[in-house]
């Protein structure tokens, strides 16, 4: 078969050419160190390397919200350190009250404090994040979330917690209204309350429970009644007669009933009644320090009136503190997940890159040997083409 020069010539030029681009496309793998850059390139592993950015990206953005929730719940955490410290000092002074060597004015000057811890407690209620918001403003407040309003401190944020926008559900805010407005009154689980209109010769402690299962949650009403031949006391439940109706009372020992448990001292007089009812979640931290403190700046309280001031004021204290506390000891619970979660997408954010890289990253020493063969032979070939041109008619003529 007859090969033309023209022929010839065109099929060498196209095989320096093929072999150029193809040294080319190496050369550029071997700098992007990429060996699909194009989704045409393997459409299988570009699919691959896309959805594995993807899961990457997805995880940054849940380690970018687990930082902002581990930030707010640190302040918060830290936040709920200085009130616990503060509470605690509340309580040293309502201890203190209870000496009977004090002088009103002496309790004036406790009360004078305990009025100071508690604007220093309204201060860290309505702290902020640093970044516009507020730690205590459960879902979002436009202002500060806590208002001293004539009727006492009320909540002006939205309850619940903001969340994380991502498939980690952690916070990045407390309700508010639950750590500072909402702690169990009396023990927990009831109340016992002297009636305002009572003489001033007796005083009640915060109660027990004796036995969980007789527990009715009913209300009732120890109603007292004072005469020659002694004291005696009568149960009413719900304002109904029980069968204690004549009980004889003596300072000091227990009045047990319907599983609850609590002690009556002194001398009560007659139609004296203590209320009992079961607790609610409806005790503030700052209408409990205004009663106490105002308890404290009243003169001319008897032993047992002033007594009565302390052991409610020391109730009511330590379970407002006690909610504080538990508070923070979930926050401490949530940081110690946060470190988890950490962990977790670090593992999956490694995974994901890990994939891209097997779908998409070059094989160096094979990219580095497969661009040394096609620059060899492209070497060659430009050399055979070299020597090939020189054969034709013309070069024989010249």
Do not use: C, H
């Not at 009130?83 to 000057?109: F, H, K, P, S």
């Not at 009980?247 to 599983?259: K, L, M």
């Not at 001398?267 to 209408?287: C, K, M, N, Y």
């Amino acid at each position: 078969m007859r090969v033309a020069t023209a022929n010839a010539q065109d099929r060498a030029v196209d095989s320096l050419q093929r072999r150029q681009v193809g040294l080319q496309t190496a050369q550029e793998r071997l700098v992007s160190g990429k060996r699909v850059a194009r989704a045409s390139d393997d459409p299988t592993s570009a699919a691959r390397a896309e959805r594995a950015l993807a899961a990457q990206a997805r995880t940054e953005a849940s380690q970018r919200g687990l930082e902002a929730s581990r930030s707010a719940m640190v302040q918060t955490e830290s936040a709920l350190g200085d009130a616990v410290n503060l509470m605690q000092r509340v309580r040293e002074l309502t201890t203190q009250a209870g000496n009977a060597t004090y002088a009103d004015a002496q309790r004036g000057a406790l009360a004078q404090e305990i009025r100071g811890l508690r604007e220093q407690l309204l201060s860290i209620a309505n702290r902020g994040d640093g970044a516009g918001g507020y730690l205590f403003a459960g879902q979002g407040a436009p202002t500060q979330p806590f208002i001293d309003a004539p009727g006492g401190v009320q909540f002006r944020g939205t309850r619940g917690e903001a969340q994380v926008a991502s498939s980690e559900p952690l916070p990045l805010s407390v309700d508010g209204e639950t750590a500072w407005l909402r702690a169990p009154t009396g023990n927990g689980v009831f109340a016992v309350e002297p009636a305002a209109a009572n003489a001033p010769g007796a005083w009640v402690d915060s109660g027990q429970v004796t036995d969980p299962a007789a527990v009715t949650g009913d209300d009732y009403s120890v109603v007292f009644t004072s005469a020659a031949g002694g004291t005696t006391y009568a149960v009413l439940r719900n304002g109904n007669p029980t069968a204690i109706t004549a009980e004889p009372f003596q300072s000091g020992r227990a009045i047990t009933f319907d599983g609850i448990s609590f002690t009556v001292k002194g001398a009560p007089a007659t139609g004296d009644t203590f209320e009992v009812t079961a607790s609610q979640r409806e005790l503030s931290v700052f209408d409990t320090l205004d009663r106490l403190a105002e308890g404290l700046e009243s003169s001319s309280q008897s032993d047992a009136q002033l007594t009565q001031i302390v052991q409610s004021g020391l109730r009511d204290v330590d379970s407002t503190m006690g909610g504080l506390i538990s508070l923070r000891s979930r926050l401490g619970g949530i940081l110690n997940r946060v470190d988890t979660v950490e962990s977790r997408l670090a593992e999956t954010k490694v995974l994901a890159q890990t994939d891209r890289s097997i779908a998409e990253d070059l094989d160096m020493v094979e990219a580095i040997s497969d661009f040394q063969n096609r620059q060899t032979g492209y070497d060659a070939a430009l050399k055979a083409y070299s020597t090939v041109q020189r054969m034709s008619l013309f070069e024989y003529i010249r």
